[in-house]
């Protein structure tokens, strides 16, 4: 009995993953990456789930910045999660766009917002790793897709290596 319980102790610890707190999330991407991003960004600001660096506000200008966004689940909770925001249309994304990774998390994905011309694109990497589902965005103050694909793929990476037990 004392080793189905330690057993069944052992696999619900185990179903809980291997991330038991919360990281600070405004250390999840170095500030060396943030200033390549969003030169001019000032510090990150972070709430419960959450850090965004955003450049200064200029009139007649579009702003840049980076936002992240978590959630730690258990790993099948973080599992269905991570599918669903796969699979579901959420406004404002591009569906014929998204595109899997490979080597950021244990699972990732990126999807675009579509850009005015000549105005800002976003870029959104969506990862999970065990039981922490992580969404980067990135926006520039541009229309440069590829600028944007390149920049929150490298944040991700960074924010994946970074996620430690």
């Known amino acids: 009995m004392t080793a189905t319980i330690a057993s069944w102790r ?3 610890r185990a179903r809980e993953g291997e991330l038991r ?3 600070n999330f405004c250390e999840l991407v170095a500030p060396e990456t943030i200033h390549r991003l969003v030169p001019d960004a000032y510090g990150g600001r972070e709430d419960v789930a959450s850090c965004t660096w ?3 506000r200029k009139t007649g200008e579009y702003r840049a910045g980076v936002h992240r966004f978590a959630s730690r689940l258990n790993v099948d909770l973080a599992r269905e999660d991570f599918r669903d925001q796969r699979a ?6 591009e569906m014929n766009t ?3 990774l490979l ?3 244990e699972e990732a994905f990126l999807r675009f917002r579509p850009p005015t011309p000549g105005k800002t694109i976003t870029a959104q990497v969506v990862f999970r790793r065990s039981n922490m589902v992580i969404s980067i ?5 541009d229309d440069d897709r590829q600028a944007a694909r390149a920049g929150v793929i490298d944040a991700a990476r960074e924010a994946a290596t970074l996620l430690r037990p």
Not at 88 to 93: L, T
Not at 137 to 141: E, K, V, W
């Open 98 to 100: 998204q595109e899997d």
């Open 54 to 56: 955003a450049a200064p």
């Open 88 to 93: 579901e249309v959420e406004p404002g994304w």
């Open 21 to 23: 707190a919360d990281p």
């Open 137 to 141: 965005a990135y926006t520039r103050s």
């Open 10 to 12: 052992w696999w619900d």
């Open 103 to 105: 080597g950021v998390g």
